[in-house]
């Protein structure tokens, strides 16, 4: 059992930044892919990144390439999403997640309650 707590969320304007974090305790998630997904206000949850906990190989969603980036922190069994050049559109709740294999597109067993992102002027 991997328990994930997301943290970081907060009310930012459009052009701002913000770091996520989320933490893992419990059983291990080495060889799994940490990943974060999206969830605006009154729609699905989306896939916009992935960490590979094997090697490091990351992934983004075409959305967000280029403003946000993943790492990871092994000492603290912490995931992090710096999040910059922030959109209205990047308005929503945050969710990490792991259980699954690299890119974080299946079975992912364990999710975070998830952090909240407001980007508006």
């Known amino acids: 059992q991997v328990e994930l707590v997301e943290s970081g969320g907060g009310s930012v304007q459009p052009g701002g930044s913000l770091r996520l974090s989320c933490a893992a305790s419990g059983s291990s998630w080495n060889n799994y892919g940490v990943g974060w997904f999206h969830q605006a206000p009154g729609k699905e949850r989306r896939w916009i990144s992935c960490?590979?906990?094997?090697?490091?190989?990351?992934v983004y969603a075409d959305s967000v390439k280029g403003r946000f980036t993943i790492t990871r922190d092994n000492v603290n069994n912490t995931v992090y999403l710096q999040m910059n050049s922030l959109k209205p559109e990047d308005t929503g709740v945050y969710y990490c997640a792991t259980g699954g294999p690299y890119p974080c597109r299946i079975r992912l067993e364990y999710w975070g309650k998830g952090t909240l992102v407001t980007v508006s002027s």
């Open positions: 960490l590979s906990t094997s090697d490091g190989t990351t």
